[in-house]
Every structure is written in structure tokens, then in C-alpha cells.
């Protein structure tokens, strides 16, 4: 990362190697500032002069290249260097971006977007409509984990492309020239101004992304910006610095000069990078949340993040019904949630989180089906009984894939203990492994178990349940019920949203209750402490959820 100061580098240094991490930048001058006992803050923000936001991150950036990019980290640095034809606003409503106007035709079916002539690329050249064509038909063309997505989105011939069916120049988007882009529908679609937004729908230019080969999205010079911000650094494994885009077509939006964000996976580390001054805005670990909860700096986020269990459906054992319910049943979510977690987390026995759709009538979608999955403990144990007689073993042992981050460590840890005790014959080997590592395994399904998580990538009820069709790219565990496949197109293609949202609230009873597809465990709450002189800063619902446009530093 750029050397802004010697302090901030023996303050990571320091803080980092106290807890095992390994971040180096090779300077030192100073000495860490302890936390304080009180939860009050030890070192501001020094002043340079410049607006500077000092956040924090999970993991490395596996890919920039927005045609491959399925990640929650790479997702936010996109979000924040890049625009599509509309992004998002602080209510998480989509508005115009690239394009300048967007025509309909009478039949819904045809959109014609007319780019900005002032869109442009970091380098300084024109952002054109060949630049989405480019983009979206590289999706099909490389075989892009979202490629799902143009499905949803309802572009002509994508599912015939995705079957082999047809090419991948087929695909129903074309430039006009260089500043009309046309896109046709296979059906008329409400949701297409907010898809829209999301980074797999990002332009590319052909040009420079050829010119870098297989290197493209994987170093900060080997990517071209056209959002608010641009990458001016990327040390691997350790952080990345964003600096204010001057080509950006809405630069006036912008009041950050500056963005410094660091890999820190560590929660004692980040607070103590906080207390310092060298961290703007964390999330807390459970352990400290009693500590700062009457902070003026501590708030509660409640996203509709879901985090649940997938079971490899080719497993001999997990292939049994009961087998999946009993593991599902056979713990406290509430323990979890209250006491392990302990950040505004709550239990989820369903698959779409609660506050996050509504019917006509602003019926919450979680109240049609309740909660599903449910039964004593003794219930559970008699599942788990029929269903090792059935698969004809006494004892089984599974493999549990999870990424390393301390709450992962923490979930794993809780389940075993609770597994093992409550379901006689049963032991759990933890696998922690980074994310990006554990999603390869994921897509892989070379795992029994897998603790997955999903935040929705727009906001509505299909963005959980169009995951597990048959050989989706979400889908990762072998699930495969031809009736759930065939309803799910029927709501995709139903435009009756009274009757589409019943088909969703069934299609989740299928799922959840009648094949226990998956077995869900929470949805969560972010405990944050961010420092008073940060406002506006905006946290969206839906993927992508940090978005450092509107921010200022204000002191």
C-alpha cells in the first residue's frame, strides 16, 4: 500500500503480530496505543489535509474481472470503482449512471440505453456501448460464475446459450454504436432497472482487457476504472488504496479523497487499529459487544445475509432425509445467535430472512411459511436413529468446510459441540480454510458439510430461491428436484406479482420443509463502532452493501 505514515505502519505491524496475523509493510517509528478499558477512543484520525477513510477487510481480492467476481471483497471494491448502465442510490433504489436515458419500447421487451457522453475510463477514454456488449457476451464465453444472472435479468437467448443451445454472440445485447447499446428481453421484466446495477452487468473494454491476457483484474494497474473511485495500490494479502477517479462523470458526488483499506481478519486487531486511530469504522466481535454497547459509536445492523448449512446430496449418508433434519434440528440457534454471536443475529428457520419482502399487502414473506425445520431435540434424535438404520451405519464422521475467519471458527466450534453431544455416533472434523479457498471447495463439492452464507443480490424473494435449480452455479451441493426447477421458471415468468410472490412462498416450503435441502442457521446482525467524524456512510441491503460515495469526513 502507498507509505502514508510510519506510525500507521508499526500500528498494524504491531497490532497484527500480537494476534498472529501477518501484515508487514517494513516501518516503524512508533509504539501501538493500548485500547482503552472504556471503550473511548485513544487516537483520532491524524489531519492531513486530505478526506481519508480507513476501513477494514476480511480477505485479499481473489479477482477484479466482474465477469468472474462471486465475492463479497471483491464485490465492494467494484461497487466502488465501477458503474453500470444504473447504480444505486442511499435507499438502494436504482437511478441512471452510464446512460444518460433509457428507452422502452411499447411491448417491454426492447431497451435502448443512450451512454454519457462524458462516461469515461480512468485512462481518459470514452466508456462506450461495445464496451457492455464486450462484457456481458465475456460472461458466457468464459463460463462466469453469475452468468445466472442475464437468466434473471431475462436477456434473449441466455438460457439457450447456458444449455449449449446456442453461441454466446447470440446473446440479445447489441451496440448500435458507440453510444447506443440495445438490449433485448425474453419477457417483460420489473426488475431489470435494479439488476442492472449489479457488477456482473459492468462494462469492459476489450481493448485493455486483452492486452493484459489471463493478468486482467488481478494487479491495480491491470484494471480500468469508470466509478467514483480507482485502485492506486494492491499489496496482496495485506490492503488496497483507492483514490478519488478525476474522470469519474459524477466526480461533484464525491468527497473522499482517499480510501485505505486493510486485510485485517483478526477482531481484537481491528479494535485495536480503531482505538488508534487506524481504523474508521469495524465490526465488533461478540465479545466486546457488552463493552460498547452504550457507545455513542456502537449501532446495530440488521442485513438479510443468511448463513446456513449445505449438504453434499451425494454423500451416502447425508443423501438421507432424516439424516439432513436431524443435523438441522439437533442444535440451539438461539444459543448461537444470543450468546456465541451475540451482534444482532438471529435465528432463521426458513430461507428468505425476515424484513426483507413484503406481498401487496406488506404481509413479510417469513410470516407465510413461519418457521419451518422445526421439532424437540427428541424428534431430532429419532430422525437421527431412522436414518442411520437406513443408511445401514452405526457411526458417521463428516467433514465440516468453512472459511477462517473468526466468526466461522466460532459457528464450527459451536456446532460440533452441540452435534456431537446431541446425536449419538456423530463426529466433526473442522475445516477452516480462507474464503476464497473454501468456496473453491464449495464449487468443487468436495466437502460433507459447508457452512455457506448468501446476501442477496437484489432485492427480491428469487435471489434466494433461483440459487439451488438443477446444476445452478449457486447451487454447489449436487441438489437436483425437477419440480422446484420447473416452478421456478413459472414465477420467473409470471408478471402477476400476486400470484409470483405464492409461488415463491411455495417454492420455499419445497425446499426448506419438504426435501431439507439446505438447513438454515441465522440471519445476521452486524455489531459496528465507526468514529463520529465519519457520516453518510451508506450500508445497502443488497449485494453489493458498502458503498463509499456519499461518505465525508467531517471534523
Not at 186 to 212: A, C, I
Not at 294 to 313: C, G, L, M, V
Request: glycine content about 6%.
Amino acid at each position: 500500500m502507498k507509505k502514508r505514515k510510519s506510525f500507521l505502519a508499526f500500528t498494524l505491524m504491531a497490532a497484527l503480530a500480537v494476534t498472529g496475523c501477518n501484515f508487514n509493510s517494513g516501518e516503524s517509528s512508533s509504539q501501538t496505543p493500548a485500547p482503552s478499558n472504556n471503550g473511548g477512543t485513544t487516537t483520532e484520525q491524524p489531519s492531513s489535509g486530505k478526506k481519508v477513510l480507513q476501513v477494514f477487510n476480511t480477505d485479499e481480492i481473489p479477482s477484479l474481472d466482474s465477469a468472474h467476481v462471486h465475492e463479497t471483497v471483491s464485490f465492494t471494491v467494484l461497487n466502488n470503482t465501477m458503474d453500470g448502465l444504473y447504480r444505486r442510490d442511499q435507499n438502494g433504489q436504482p437511478y441512471l449512471a452510464i446512460a444518460e436515458k433509457h428507452d422502452v419500447s411499447e411491448d417491454k421487451l426492447v431497451h435502448t440505453f443512450t451512454i454519457r457522453d462524458n462516461a469515461k475510463w480512468s485512462d481518459g477514454s470514452p466508456v462506450t456501448a461495445k464496451d457492455f456488449e464486450f462484457s456481458w457476451k465475456k460472461v458466457f464465453k468464459e463460463a462466469g460464475h453469475y452468468s445466472f444472472m442475464f437468466e434473471t435479468l431475462a436477456v434473449k437467448n441466455a438460457v439457450a446459450i447456458e444449455k449449449g443451445e446456442k453461441q454466446p454472440d447470440e446473446l440479445g445485447v447489441k451496440a448500435l454504436d458507440d453510444r447506443t447499446l440495445e438490449v433485448t428481453l425474453e419477457n417483460p421484466n420489473p426488475l431489470l432497472n435494479q439488476l442492472l446495477s449489479f457488477p456482473t452487468f459492468y462494462p469492459q473494454k476489450q481493448e485493455f482487457v486483452e492486452s493484459k491476457g489471463d493478468k486482467y483484474g488481478l494487479e491495480y494497474d491491470n484494471m480500468l476504472y469508470n466509478g467514483p473511485f480507482m485502485l492506486t495500490d494492491w499489496k496482496h494479502d495485506q490492503g488496497w488504496t483507492y483514490t478519488k477517479n478525476p474522470n469519474y462523470w459524477d466526480a461533484g458526488k464525491v468527497k473522499l479523497d482517499q480510501i485505505d483499506g486493510y486485510v485485517v481478519k483478526d477482531a481484537p486487531a481491528r479494535l485495536t487499529l480503531f482505538e488508534a486511530g487506524q481504523l474508521d469504522r469495524i465490526e465488533l466481535d461478540s465479545s466486546y459487544v457488552d463493552q460498547f454497547k452504550d457507545d455513542p459509536r456502537f449501532h446495530i445492523i440488521e442485513t438479510p445475509t443468511i448463513y446456513f448449512i449445505r449438504f453434499n446430496h451425494e454423500h451416502p449418508v447425508l443423501k438421507n432425509k432424516n439424516i439432513r433434519k436431524a443435523i438441522s434440528m439437533a442444535w440451539d440457534k438461539k444459543g448461537l445467535t444470543d450468546v456465541i454471536l451475540n451482534d444482532g443475529s438471529s435465528p432463521l428457520n426458513g430461507l428468505v430472512p425476515k424484513r426483507f419482502a413484503t406481498d401487496a399487502s406488506g404481509k413479510d414473506f417469513r410470516e407465510f411459511n413461519g418457521d419451518l425445520q422445526q421439532g424437540s431435540l427428541e424428534d431430532a434424535k429419532k430422525l437421527w436413529e431412522q436414518g442411520l438404520k437406513e443408511s445401514g451405519v452405526t457411526e458417521v464422521k463428516l467433514g465440516v468446510n468453512a472459511a477462517d475467519t473468526d466468526r466461522s471458527k466460532k459457528i464450527g466450534e459451536y456446532l460440533k459441540n452441540q452435534l456431537e453431544k446431541n446425536l449419538p455416533g456423530l463426529t466433526l472434523e473442522l475445516k477452516n480454510v480462507p474464503s476464497n479457498q473454501r468456496l473453491e471447495i464449495e464449487k468443487a463439492i468436495t466437502y460433507d458439510l459447508s457452512l455457506g452464507t448468501w446476501g442477496p443480490d437484489y432485492a427480491d424473494p428469487m435471489t434466494y430461491i433461483d440459487m439451488w435449480v438443477t446444476g445452478g452455479s449457486a447451487n454447489r451441493m449436487k441438489y437436483s428436484n425437477p419440480k422446484y426447477d420447473e416452478l421456478v421458471q413459472q414465477a420467473k415468468l409470471n408478471t402477476d406479482l400476486e400470484s409470483r410472490f405464492k409461488q415463491m412462498v411455495e417454492l420455499e416450503k419445497i425446499l426448506i420443509e419438504e426435501d431439507v435441502a439446505i438447513a438454515p442457521m441465522y440471519q445476521e446482525g452486524l455489531a459496528i463502532l465507526q468514529k463520529e467524524y465519519v457520516k453518510d456512510f451508506v450500508y445497502l441491503p443488497t449485494a453489493p452493501t458498502n458503498n463509499y460515495l456519499w461518505v465525508d469526513i467531517v471534523k
